[in-house]
């Protein structure tokens, strides 16, 4: 028998002895103790199921409501797909247009989750040089030499916790500099253009303040990618080789990278703000890594307490429902979902979820044409599409919605649908 084939018969032998161990011991794995952790694709993969009854009894739900996630879910993106885990069952998992489990999209700000936990793992590693940890002012000599002299004497007191947590003061993406408990900002002032154009590093250390530090909630990607820089001299190392040291190599994950070329030029560094490409597989990987605190078989590769303050209201953003780069529901604003969930969408509509009281992980995967275009990370990619979604739009008006579906009231919204399917 060649190699491959008797590859797949082993990893046939090995699903089917999975399968039968959960018919007999329906709680492995769920209640008893018993972890389980997916190995890599190049292996045996995720454990599957795909029928509705053994959806059902093993995973606790409903394979036509999570159907009826995924059509939603087509009209929220010109490509894409939904993967589901329970109890450690990857019980769904379907794409459109170029999703594929081989492809490797730019999944925009999902990007900001992994920039934060990169940052939660470097406070653990190297406690001793950043002690005071995410209550660290970092806007000085040491952790950003090249942001002297300061162009606001207030981002003095900008601590690395509320880069994390937009709440730097720094002026939002878009038109709307930020909110203050849940309203928006009346102050519209426009922004000063720079003198001549910035590099990367300095269009983000260089943005404007709209108010003092803690003071409100604004998105500005330009916080997260500080928070980058600040691990770069830390860790002396990029972010893209500290997390491929740090999460990839550990999990296994496939071909992954970063889509740091553009048009006019390729970025110098890991872009803090978003952007990381994954395959999709590896991304529910990474959500299922959080759901279980950081730990993957036996290794804690995130510490707990931080993983802990992902999933909770921050101390530092009293102004949103927003803690270190993901959005929580500990105050119910995500009405379908339990309290517990946490997660973060991406321009596309690209999301990944963790709810723990439900043992569950989502990843939406989503996007356009571009953020599909290889160019943009340098990764080759060969799969198969149809063409089906060339010209695919958003319909102006349905009998779902008024209008297309916003990146994150797509997530959201996939999030209540997927919760909604759980049947135990």
Same mark, same amino acid.
């Given at each position: 028998?060649?190699?491959?084939?008797?590859k797949?018969?082993?990893v046939?032998?090995?699903r089917?002895?999975?399968?039968?161990?959960?018919l007999?011991?329906?709680?492995?794995?769920?209640?008893?103790?018993?972890?389980?952790?997916?190995?890599?694709?190049?292996?045996?993969?995720?454990?599957?199921l795909?029928?509705?009854?053994?959806i059902?009894?093993?995973?606790g739900?409903?394979?036509?409501?999570?159907?009826?996630?995924?059509?939603?879910?087509?009209?929220?993106?010109?490509?894409?797909?939904?993967?589901?885990?329970?109890?450690?069952?990857?019980?769904?998992?379907?794409?459109?247009?170029?999703?594929?489990?081989?492809?490797?999209?730019?999944?925009?700000?999902?990007?900001?989750?992994?920039?934060?936990i990169?940052?939660?793992?470097?406070?653990?590693?190297?406690?001793?040089?950043?002690?005071?940890?995410?209550?660290?002012?970092?806007f000085n000599?040491?952790?950003l $030499? !090249? /942001?002297?002299?300061?162009?606001? #004497?207030?981002?003095? %007191? =900008?601590?690395?916790?509320q880069?994390?947590?937009?709440?730097?003061?720094?002026?939002g993406?878009?038109?709307?500099?930020?909110?203050?408990?849940?309203e928006?900002?009346?102050?519209?002032?426009?922004?000063p253009?720079?003198?001549?154009?910035l590099?990367?590093?300095?269009?983000?250390?260089?943005?404007?303040?709209?108010?003092?530090?803690g003071g409100?909630?604004?998105?500005?990607?330009?916080?997260p990618?500080?928070?980058?820089?600040?691990?770069?001299?830390?860790?002396?190392m990029e972010?893209?080789?500290?997390?491929?040291l740090?999460?990839?190599?550990?999990?296994?994950?496939?071909?992954w990278?970063?889509?740091?070329?553009? $048009? !006019? /030029?390729?970025?110098?560094?890991? #872009?803090?703000?978003? %952007? =990381?490409?994954v395959?999709s597989?590896?991304?529910?990987?990474?959500?299922?890594?959080?759901?279980?605190?950081?730990?993957w078989?036996?290794q804690?590769?995130?510490?707990?307490?931080y993983?802990?303050?992902?999933?909770?209201?921050?101390?530092?953003?009293?102004h949103?429902?927003f803690?270190?780069?993901?959005e929580?529901n500990?105050d119910?604003?995500?009405?379908g979902?339990?309290?517990?969930a946490?997660?973060?969408?991406?321009?596309?509509?690209?999301?990944?979820?963790?709810?723990?009281?439900?043992?569950?992980v989502?990843?939406?995967m989503?996007?356009?044409?571009?953020?599909?275009?290889?160019?943009?990370?340098?990764?080759?990619?060969?799969y198969?599409?149809?063409g089906?979604?060339?010209?695919?739009?958003?319909?102006?008006?349905?009998q779902f919605?008024?209008?297309p579906i916003?990146?994150?009231?797509?997530?959201?919204?996939?999030?209540?649908?997927?919760a909604?399917?759980?049947?135990?």
């Amino acid at each position: 028998m060649p190699p491959q084939g008797r590859k797949e018969l082993f990893v046939k032998i090995q699903r089917t002895a999975a399968l039968s161990l959960f018919l007999f011991f329906p709680n492995a794995g769920a209640k008893t103790g018993v972890e389980y952790f997916p190995p890599p694709d190049s292996a045996i993969g995720w454990r599957t199921l795909n029928d509705a009854a053994a959806i059902r009894k093993l995973a606790g739900m409903d394979l036509q409501k999570l159907d009826q996630a995924f059509e939603y879910a087509q009209r929220s993106s010109q490509h894409g797909g939904l993967l589901v885990a329970r109890h450690g069952w990857l019980v769904y998992e379907k794409y459109y247009g170029r999703g594929n489990r081989e492809a490797i999209p730019a999944m925009a700000s999902v990007g900001k989750a992994y920039t934060s936990i990169a940052c939660g793992i470097m406070l653990h590693d190297n406690h001793d040089q950043i002690p005071e940890g995410l209550d660290q002012k970092v806007f000085n000599e040491k952790f950003l $030499p !090249e /942001a002297l002299p300061l162009n606001d #004497p207030r981002k003095a %007191d =900008i601590r690395l916790g509320q880069l994390l947590s937009m709440a730097a003061g720094f002026h939002g993406d878009g038109t709307n500099p930020g909110f203050i408990n849940f309203e928006p900002s009346q102050k519209l002032e426009a922004l000063p253009t720079p003198p001549q154009p910035l590099d990367q590093d300095q269009a983000a250390l260089q943005t404007p303040l709209w108010i003092a530090p803690g003071g409100g909630y604004s998105y500005a990607s330009s916080s997260p990618h500080v928070a980058s820089i600040v691990l770069r001299h830390v860790t002396g190392m990029e972010m893209q080789q500290y997390i491929d040291l740090k999460l990839a190599k550990p999990m296994m994950w496939g071909r992954w990278g970063y889509a740091t070329h553009r $048009p !006019e /030029a390729t970025l110098p560094h890991t #872009p803090g703000g978003g %952007d =990381i490409a994954v395959r999709s597989t590896d991304a529910l990987r990474f959500a299922y890594l959080l759901l279980h605190k950081g730990r993957w078989g036996q290794q804690q590769l995130v510490p707990a307490e931080y993983v802990a303050m992902c999933g909770r209201p921050s101390p530092y953003q009293k102004h949103a429902p927003f803690s270190l780069m993901f959005e929580v529901n500990d105050d119910g604003h995500v009405a379908g979902a339990p309290r517990d969930a946490f997660f973060k969408s991406g321009a596309g509509g690209f999301g990944i979820m963790i709810v723990p009281s439900l043992d569950l992980v989502i990843y939406k995967m989503a996007g356009n044409e571009g953020q599909y275009d290889p160019a943009r990370t340098g990764i080759p990619q060969n799969y198969p599409y149809d063409g089906s979604r060339d010209h695919w739009k958003p319909a102006a008006k349905s009998q779902f919605s008024d209008g297309p579906i916003g990146v994150d009231d797509g997530v959201r919204r996939v999030l209540e649908m997927v919760a909604a399917a759980v049947v135990q």
